[in-house]
């Protein structure tokens, strides 16, 4: 079991960004495939991202359509954590995020992950 702790979050007007992180802990940090989600209140878990390590410089990156372009998974593996840097938020981008982490392969599907953070609450102001 890999234990999640997520950071970052907080109250943004429109436009503005902010910077989520993720510390992992309990498993070799660079095997994982780590992946973000989001749940708005009355909505299902949904996909935003998700990043694995090839090795060397090599990384492979997935994003959802709603955040391509404005958002950007980065990974630090001496570090063991992952960030999710959000720019030009909207109103709908207010949700909590969620930080999950599976063996090796990315996925879009949550419940292919098996470890999760707590959560962090984006809220942007329109």
């Known amino acids: 079991q890999v234990q999640l702790v997520e950071s970052g979050g907080g109250l943004v007007q429109a436009g503005g960004s902010l910077r989520l992180s993720c510390a992992a802990s309990?498993?070799?940090?660079?095997?994982?495939?780590m992946g973000w989600f989001r749940q708005a209140p009355g909505k299902e878990r949904e996909f935003v991202t998700t990043i694995t390590w090839s090795g060397g410089s090599t990384y492979y990156a997935e994003y959802a359509d709603s955040v391509k372009g404005r958002f950007t998974i980065s990974r630090d593996n001496a570090k063991n954590t992952v960030y999710l840097q959000m720019n030009s938020l909207k109103p709908e981008d207010t949700a909590v995020y969620y930080c999950a982490a599976r063996a090796r392969w990315a996925s879009r599907r949550p419940h292919e992950y098996d470890s999760w953070g707590q959560g962090t609450q984006v809220t942007v102001s329109s």
């Open positions: 309990g498993r070799t940090f660079s095997d994982l495939a």
